[in-house]
């Protein structure tokens, strides 16, 4: 294959070879990005939460007074009372 380009192998500048974590050299780099990305953070979760707030908003504001209920025979409710009762045994 190809050679790599950048650091020689077992040295990265950005991290700590034995920690592992972020050297200063790498919280410099990222410094002007940090604002940038959190408003794209912000947009991009703001648009998902709108919608989930809009809907629970347009479905908690639903009535269904509107809609008639059925009447239930007695002899109906019994037979189902009687399968309810067996199911949860």
Known sequence: MGKFIGAPK??????DPVTHQMTPA???????YFWKNMLGLAVFSAIPLTV?????????E????DI???????DELAKL?????????
Do not use: C, M, N, W
């Open 52 to 60: 989930y707030y809009f809907t629970f908003k347009t479905l908690s």
């Open 10 to 15: 077992g040295h990265d500048r950005y991290r």
């Open 81 to 89: 009372k009687k399968q309810y009762e067996q199911s949860r045994s």
């Open 62 to 65: 639903d009535e269904f007074s």
């Open 26 to 32: 790498l919280y410099r780099v990222r410094k002007p």
């Open 68 to 74: 008639p209920i059925p009447p239930i025979a007695d």
